[in-house]
């Protein structure tokens, strides 16, 4: 029993020593150098995911050993999305290996780090690098077949010459690096929408040189000086037209004539962020609505009498009427419809003036004319300082509260053909709450902006938040301002963002350096001196747009007309019925009245 056991346990060893006789030294030490290597790169940076292209390369043998999960591409090309969220390390069999032809996985793993098997026989390492280059790929290094004997891995660097370099693998250097740190004065194609205060555009005096200047232009050309390069302002006949607006510059950035636009997109625009940047402003998009004009002052006594405010004036005149009779006598027999509604006391009292009281006055007489006299004062205290402070400020006309009160108004909403475009496309309630005979809409840019900034009063425009700041500024250099900004929004959270290339190599930087921008408040200091940069310019002007309304220095008789008009009406029904009762002509229609009541009895 013993002996066979001691038969099959040789028999095991035997083949064990069989299999590694099998495998030549060489390939085993060049494996156990790959698995250093991959396990080098993971530390430098995490990686949970392999994606290998090619056939049965030598990195197929490494998979063994990794507990990793592994995508193999034979093919050279996906045919689904890549849409995994974690870190991927690609290995390539060859350098022709990768095929890649797929839009999305070839955005998604452009950042991501490539190394290369390279066979006895293949092209040098600088064509490689430069064939990577133009598939904007430059996280690529490669190793050769006789690593094991020489431990140098060879790395791309795009902007260096050469091309590449040998790294040794135990001198402790950086396999991968951030080629876009420093461009080496490598140009960034751009071209300005030149719409103010976010790219204006000048010539420096002193140098000679153009230069833009704005918030958004501030932002690309501080990331040019940060990475090294140099900014290119593309003439905007390269893309077809005299003067660039923001489609031209998108049709720029997608045919790659382009790298990053001065223009802003809104997210109404696009959803589809390949072309454009991580958002670089968070704000509104509302309505710049005309200030209503001040109401003529012989329209002020109108405006403070309210009709609930006097039907409870009425409805106190009667009480107290009725409370004045009964208390007099202490009896109904007086109360009649004539001694309630023209009660002297009553109305005199509730007016603040002064009339007869009543000999020997009960307690409860003295508790209603108190009543009374505390009423009057109340009403005239309030009506006195209505029409005080009416007359020094007059009140506006109505404000528009929402967008359908803009049919109720002669005023029309002004917006250009782009803005009227995209309220349409994306269905925005709002927008479909006006009415088209309220709506004027232009075809030319340039001539819808050229009249909202001249601050044209029968007009609303549609306008940022942002860009409103910069109008705000400019009127308080105006006596009055002549528009605020409205509550009524388009949209209150509104997205722009700057449009790039699809596989711009270095977009993550430059969006990062917009983050840093925000965080350090450089973004809201440029806003604020929008229009201070546009008065340097010359683009805009401090002249005073708003129309001062020619206050007298005292009330006119114009302003009291009506007033008075109903004041003289009421004089003289005063003086005919006063006449009336001295001719003796009431007195006669009683005896009338009496002789009819006893002929109907």
Request: charged fraction near 20%.
């Given at each position: 029993?013993?002996?066979?056991?001691?038969?099959?346990?040789?028999?095991?060893?035997?083949?064990?020593?069989?299999?590694?006789?099998?495998?030549?030294?060489?390939?085993?030490?060049?494996?156990?150098?790959?698995?250093?290597?991959?396990?080098?790169?993971?530390?430098?940076?995490?990686?949970?995911?392999?994606?290998?292209?090619?056939?049965?390369?030598?990195?197929?043998?490494?998979?063994?050993?990794?507990?990793?999960?592994?995508?193999?591409?034979?093919?050279?090309?996906?045919?689904?999305?890549?849409?995994?969220?974690?870190?991927?390390?690609?290995?390539?069999?060859?350098?022709?290996?990768?095929?890649?032809?797929?839009?999305?996985?070839?955005?998604?793993?452009?950042?991501?780090?490539?190394?290369?098997?390279?066979?006895?026989?293949?092209?040098?390492?600088?064509?490689?690098?430069?064939?990577?280059?133009?598939?904007?790929q430059h996280n690529v290094a490669m190793v050769k077949a006789n690593f094991d004997q020489t431990d140098i891995i060879y790395s791309c660097r795009f902007f260096q010459?050469?091309?590449?370099?040998?790294?040794?693998?135990?001198?402790?250097?950086?396999?991968?690096?951030?080629?876009?740190?420093?461009?080496?004065?490598?140009?960034?194609?751009?071209?300005?929408?030149?719409?103010?205060?976010?790219?204006?555009?000048?010539?420096?005096?002193?140098?000679?040189?153009?230069?833009?200047?704005?918030?958004?232009?501030?932002?690309?050309?501080?990331?040019?000086?940060?990475?090294?390069?140099?900014?290119?302002?593309?003439?905007?006949?390269?893309?077809?037209?005299?003067?660039?607006?923001?489609?031209?510059?998108?049709?720029?950035?997608?045919?790659?004539?382009?790298?990053?636009?001065?223009?802003?997109?809104?997210?109404?625009?696009?959803?589809?962020?390949?072309?454009?940047?991580?958002?670089?402003?968070?704000?509104?998009?509302?309505?710049?609505?005309?200030?209503?004009?001040?109401?003529?002052?012989?329209?002020?006594?109108?405006?403070?009498?309210?009709?609930?405010?006097?039907?409870?004036?009425?409805?106190?005149?009667?009480?107290?009427?009725?409370?004045?009779?009964?208390?007099?006598?202490?009896?109904?027999?007086?109360?009649?419809?004539?001694?309630?509604?023209?009660?002297?006391?009553?109305?005199?009292?509730?007016?603040?003036?002064?009339?007869?009281?009543?000999?020997?006055?009960?307690?409860?007489?003295?508790?209603?004319?108190?009543?009374?006299?505390?009423?009057?004062?109340?009403?005239?205290?309030?009506?006195?300082?209505?029409?005080?402070?009416?007359?020094?400020?007059?009140?506006?006309?109505?404000?528009?509260?929402?967008?359908?009160?803009?049919?109720?108004?002669?005023?029309?909403?002004?917006?250009?053909?782009?803005?009227?475009?995209?309220?349409?496309?994306?269905?925005?309630?709002?927008?479909?709450?006006?009415?088209?005979?309220?709506?004027?809409?232009?075809?030319?840019?340039?001539?819808?902006?050229?009249?909202?900034?001249?601050?044209?009063?029968?007009?609303?425009?549609?306008?940022?938040?942002?860009?409103?700041?910069?109008?705000?500024?400019?009127?308080?250099?105006?006596?009055?301002?002549?528009?605020?900004?409205?509550?009524?929004?388009?949209?209150?959270?509104?997205?722009?963002?700057?449009?790039?290339?699809?596989?711009?190599?270095?977009?993550?930087?430059?969006?990062?350096?917009?983050?840093?921008?925000?965080?350090?408040?450089?973004?809201?200091?440029?806003?604020s001196r929008s229009f201070y940069d546009m008065v340097h310019l010359g683009l805009a002007s401090m002249k005073d747009y708003s129309q001062k309304r020619q206050t007298?220095?005292?009330?006119?008789?114009?302003?009291?007309?009506?007033?008075?008009?109903?004041?003289?009406?009421?004089?003289?029904?005063?003086?005919?019925?006063?006449?009336?009762?001295?001719?003796?002509?009431?007195?006669?229609?009683?005896?009338?009245?009496?002789?009819?009541?006893?002929?109907?009895?």
């Open positions: 029993m013993a002996s066979g056991r001691l038969v099959l346990i040789l028999g095991c060893f035997g083949q064990l020593s069989a299999i590694n006789v099998s495998i030549p030294s060489e390939e085993l030490e060049l494996e156990d150098r790959l698995l250093r290597v991959l396990a080098r790169l993971r530390l430098e940076e995490e990686f949970n995911t392999l994606l290998v292209y090619g056939n049965e390369c030598f990195f197929h043998s490494l998979l063994r050993h990794l507990v990793i999960p592994t995508v193999m591409v034979a093919s050279g090309s996906t045919d689904f999305d890549w849409n995994f969220s974690s870190s991927t390390l690609i290995l390539s069999c060859d350098p022709e290996a990768d095929r890649e032809a797929n839009p999305v996985t070839l955005m998604r793993l452009q950042r991501s780090r490539r190394l290369i098997f390279l066979q006895d026989g293949v092209p040098s390492c600088e064509s490689i690098c430069n064939k990577y280059s133009l598939k904007e010459k050469p091309n590449h370099r040998e790294v040794h693998f135990f001198a402790g250097q950086p396999i991968y690096i951030e080629n876009f740190r420093n461009m080496n004065g490598a140009e960034i194609r751009s071209v300005p929408d030149l719409l103010t205060p976010r790219a204006m555009i000048y010539r420096d005096k002193k140098s000679g040189e153009v230069q833009i200047l704005g918030y958004l232009a501030n932002v690309v050309n501080t990331y040019a000086e940060k990475v090294n390069a140099k900014m290119r302002i593309e003439n905007a006949t390269k893309l077809g037209v005299k003067k660039a607006n923001l489609l031209d510059i998108l049709h720029g950035t997608q045919k790659d004539i382009l790298d990053i636009g001065m223009a802003l997109v809104s997210s109404l625009q696009f959803e589809n962020m390949d072309f454009i940047t991580y958002p670089y402003l968070l704000t509104g998009y509302c309505l710049m609505i005309p200030v209503p004009a001040k109401l003529p002052y012989n329209q002020v006594y109108s405006m403070i009498v309210d009709p609930l405010v006097l039907c409870i004036i009425f409805v106190l005149f009667c009480l107290f009427s009725i409370l004045i009779v009964y208390t007099q006598n202490l009896s109904w027999r007086h109360l009649t419809l004539a001694n309630v509604l023209l009660n002297d006391k009553s109305l005199r009292g509730l007016l603040g003036q002064s009339f007869p009281f009543p000999p020997n006055p009960s307690k409860h007489l003295k508790l209603i004319i108190f009543i009374l006299c505390f009423a009057s004062v109340m009403i005239t205290t309030m009506y006195e300082s209505y029409l005080q402070s009416y007359f020094t400020q007059p009140p506006s006309e109505p404000y528009i509260r929402s967008f359908r009160d803009i049919a109720n108004f002669s005023i029309k909403l002004a917006l250009s053909r782009l803005e009227a475009n995209i309220l349409t496309s994306t269905s925005t309630t709002n927008f479909s709450e006006i009415g088209k005979d309220h709506l004027l809409i232009y075809e030319n840019w340039t001539e819808y902006l050229i009249l909202r900034d001249s601050f044209n009063k029968s007009l609303i425009f549609p306008v940022s938040v942002d860009r409103w700041h910069c109008y705000d500024e400019q009127q308080k250099l105006f006596a009055q301002p002549v528009f605020y900004l409205s509550d009524l929004c388009f949209s209150q959270l509104m997205f722009f963002s700057l449009p790039v290339r699809r596989y711009l190599p270095h977009r993550h930087l430059f969006e990062e350096h917009m983050m840093r921008q925000h965080e350090l408040g450089l973004v809201m200091f440029w806003k007298a220095v005292s009330l006119l008789l114009d302003d009291i007309s009506w007033i008075l008009k109903i004041y003289s009406v009421a004089i003289g029904i005063s003086i005919c019925c006063f006449i009336l009762e001295v001719s003796g002509c009431m007195k006669l229609w009683e005896r009338l009245w009496r002789c009819r009541r006893l002929r109907s009895q």
